[in-house]
Structures are given as C-alpha cells and as structure tokens.
C-alpha cells in the first residue's frame, strides 16, 4: 500500500467517523423525544479500501407500528363511548333503603326509581282516600316521575349535541392532520429522490399517523418511491399523493327522532346508517356511533316509558254501553286529544307532564285521581266514583295494578315487545348501566393495549441510552486509533523526505 492510499483511508476514516458521531449525538439527545426512531449510519467500504457513510436510516417495525394505530383507534372510540354513556348514567344513579311500611323506597331520579315511589305513593292514597295529603303527594310523586323522564330526554339531547360538537371539532382536526401529513410525505420522497437523510421525515409522518388514529380508524401502504397512502379501516381513501375532502355539517340541535349529518369523503358518507363503508374505529366513530345509536335508543326506551304512563293511567267512557274514546288521564301531553300509539311514540318523554286539571298548583283537583274525570271534569262520562264517596277505592286499585300489569311496547326501543311498565323501566335502567359498564370496560381494556404497544414499539425503535453511548465510546476509540495511524504515516513521509 502506497503512502497515499493510507492517507486517503485515514481521511475517509476521519469523515465516516464524523458523520456517525454526529448521528449517535443526535440519538443520544432525542432519548426522551416521543415518537423518535433510532437512526443509524451505515458505512461501506469504498473502492480504495476506505470507509464511507452512505445512507443515514432508522429503526423500523411496521407491524408493531400498526398495532399502536390500530390499538389507539380503538381505545379513542371507547373513550368517546363510555364518556357520554357516562352521562347518562347519571341520570340512574339509583340507591334503594327500607324507609317505608309499603316496601323499598327508591332514592334517586331515574324513570324507574320514581315510579316505584308513585307506586308507593298510590298504594298510601289507597289506604287512606280521604286524605288530601295523600292526595297531593300522590299527584308530585307523578309530577317528579314526569320530570324524571323530561329531564332523561334532555340529557339525551345534550349528549348527542356534545357528540355534533365532538364530530365537527374531529372532522377540523382530521382535515388538519392530513395537511401536516401531505408535507411530510412530500419531504419523504423528495429526500429520497435526492439520496439525502429522510429519517426525521419518517418519524414525523408516523407521528402524525398515530395521531390521526385517534381520530379515525386507519390503515397505510408505501409505494416504492416511499409515498404513503392512507384508508379509513373500512377501506375509503384519506390520503393517496393528495389529501382527500373530509365533510361534516353541524347540527347545533337534535330533537327526538332528528338524525345528524354525516361525515363525508369526498362525499361518500363513512358514519350514518346510510354509509356503504362506515369507519369503526377512532373517536369520531364512537361520536357517531354515540349520537347515531345509543343515545337514540335510550331516548326511544325514554318514550316508550311515557306512552306506556300515558296509556296505562288513561281514563275511560263509564257510561254502559261506553261510546266515547279513552282519554289521557293523570299523565298526558300538551294538547293531546287521544291516546299515543306505542309505534309512534317520539317526543313523549320530552313532553309528558301532568294533566292540570289533577294538579292543585295549576288549580286543579287532586282527588281527581281517586274519582276520576281527570280527562274532561266537566263530564260524568269519565267519572269513576259516582257516589262522590270519600272512602272510594276502586279507581285508585285500577292505577297500582296498571303498573305491574303487562302491556305492548314498540321492540325498536331493543327491550322487548312486552312487559310491566315496573319491569321495562327497570330493563332500561339495566340496559344503560350494562352499555355504559361495557363501554368503560373496553376502553380501559383498549387503552392499555395501546400503551403496551406503544411501549413496544419504543423498546423496538427508541433509543438505548447505554447502547448509544457505547458507540460513542467505540467511535471516540476508532477516532484515535485513526489518528495515531496519521501520525505514523506522516512520520514515514517527513523519513522519506528527509532521505531524499
């Protein structure tokens, strides 16, 4: 070997040495950065026997990056889930303790909590009718089940308006993401079609991907220039070289019975019940799935509670042979002429109320309830107790067994076609503590598939202080023994040229 090529070898040393000195710095200083990758400088010999740094890359693993998008989304559609299922199970924060002679009072502001207390209230004003106290207490057990009920529709509604909002804030935010994602993907395949470092490039457009899972569902494919393509889990594109239109109009408000708009790509619906491709995951499909179904159908057990009231303590034409129509009794709606069909019962829990003529605030009469004639006081048509005898009791029985007595409701509610009003407003109850309980499960089950992932994928991919600083070591070692090589090597030159 001539004295030159060692030189040159020196010199190429020196500068590969550099070049990944400067990489392990660099690693060494992100150790806490999120979502960092391990670079790492790969070194080939060149044609005179040196050393040169060809490429700077990372540390990659494509399926445990998958799994924290994957992990994320679910978890960010659980969290959505069980926060407004949370909600509403404020709303049936029910306690029950042995505080009267009739039986278990109920204490809380559930539909079923206070129709036990009706009940209770009823079974009393029975035992004792010529009490006007009993009378009145009866009437405001059923004013607070009617408020129960008013007030479980409106959380409803507020729920599903949180859930708009939610949607809307998540459509921004992933219409947001996709433009930060555009650049980054850009700086990929330029730099790649340079020959220049992408690394740090990768690294941020990873990171944006995870944070799109959040929001949505997604899945990713590189092409062989390194351009990344992005689909909703239900396969709709997001990204592909350009950024796809995510669409979403707010519904400010959402009455019983009104859907909300659905989220578009490029126009093609991907929530609603009207989506070919509806996403499964990420926040914004636990909003839609949120706003679009469960509350909904909690709403529509809400209504069925109020006409099965309505229909149950309604009135009847006393008269043999009976020709009039039955009537709204104690529980009615405003201007309502007749009674609800249990098929068309939306927007009843919102309106119920109690019939005024019953309610003494409103001037009414509250021994209506024991005598009947609620529906229309002006007529004996409807009138139970004939006599006016303060010691009737018969209409008063007929309302406590209504309660426990079986009657038809709509199956839509998804609690059955058939039941006591006690028995469905107590399958309500259980039906929105069992949704909000699994919801609360799978989020915290799927939140901790995303750290383990997530910490996963760091161990896999992150940076090992103490790997790190070993190579630096190693480098500062090759770097002296490069230099001590120099110092032989122009030893030799200055004999030679003293020689000469």
């Known amino acids: 070997m001539s004295l030159s090529a060692a030189f040159n070898i020196i010199s190429s040393s020196f500068a590969a040495n550099s070049q990944q000195t400067a990489v392990v710095s660099n690693n060494i200083a992100n150790v806490n950065t999120p979502g960092y990758s391990r670079q790492i400088a790969n070194v080939v010999t060149n044609s005179y026997g040196g050393a ?22 679910q978890a960010a559609a659980q969290q959505a889930i069980s926060d407004g299922l949370a909600t509403l199970a404020q709303t049936i924060s029910d306690s029950s303790s042995a505080s009267t002679t009739s039986g278990a009072d109920q204490n809380g502001t559930s ?17 004792s009718p010529s009490s006007s106290s009993a009378a009145d207490a009866a009437v405001t057990a059923a004013q607070n089940l009617a408020s129960s009920l008013n007030s479980g529709s409106a959380a409803v509604a507020s729920v599903r308006e949180q859930a708009d909002q939610d949607m809307a804030s998540s459509v921004a935010t992933i219409n947001s993401l996709l433009s930060q994602f555009t650049a980054a993907n850009n700086a990929v395949v330029t730099g790649l079609q340079a020959g220049t470092s992408v690394a740090s490039a990768e690294d941020q457009r990873d990171s944006i991907v995870t944070q799109l899972s959040q929001q949505i569902g997604v899945s990713t494919t590189t092409a062989g220039n390194g351009s990344m393509s992005i689909y909703t889990d239900s396969g709709v594109t997001l990204f592909q070289d350009t950024p796809r239109a995510v669409s979403f109009t707010p519904t400010p ?22 989506s070919p491709m509806p996403i499964q995951s990420g926040a914004l499909a636990g909003y839609a799935a949120l706003r679009d179904t469960l509350a909904p159908q909690y709403e529509g057990q809400l209504d069925q509670i109020a006409g099965g009231l309505i229909n ?3 009135e009847g034409d006393q008269n043999t042979p009976a020709t009039l129509p039955s009537l709204p009794g104690l529980f009615t709606t405003p201007g309502a002429t007749g009674l609800p069909s249990m ?88 039906w929105l503590q069992g949704e909000n309980s699994q ?31 070993t190579n630096m070591l190693n480098l500062e070692n090759s770097y002296a023994s490069s230099a001590k090589l120099l110092t032989t090597v122009n030893s030799m030159f200055s004999a030679l040229l003293d020689a000469a």
């Open 312 to 314: 149950a303590f309604a």
């Open 52 to 73: 040169d740094v060809v490429s700077v890359t990372r540390e990659a693993n494509a399926a445990l990056t998958e799994q924290v998008s994957t992990s994320t989304a």
């Open 343 to 430: 098929s068309a019962a939306t927007g009843l829990a919102a309106a119920i109320e109690v019939n005024p003529n019953v309610d003494p605030s409103q001037g009414g009469d509250a021994t209506l309830l024991r005598d009947g004639g609620i529906s229309d006081p002006g007529s004996s048509a409807y009138t139970y107790n004939s006599t006016g005898a303060a010691s009737y009791t018969g209409r008063l029985q007929q309302l406590v067994s209504a309660i426990g007595a079986t009657q038809s409701f709509a199956p839509s509610a998804g609690l059955g076609a058939s039941a006591s009003l006690t028995g469905y407003a107590n399958a309500s109850v259980s």
């Open 253 to 274: 408000t959402l009455v019983d019975g009104q859907s909300g708009s659905p989220v578009t790509v490029d126009g093609v619906p991907i929530t609603g019940s009207n």
């Open 111 to 127: 539909p079923s909590a206070m129709l036990a207390n009706l009940q209770s209230a009823l079974t009393t004003y029975e035992a």
């Open 439 to 469: 919801a609360n499960t799978a989020s915290s089950y799927q939140s901790a598939l995303a750290t383990q992932a997530t910490s996963a994928l760091s161990n896999a991919t992150g940076v090992n202080l103490d790997a790190e600083m």
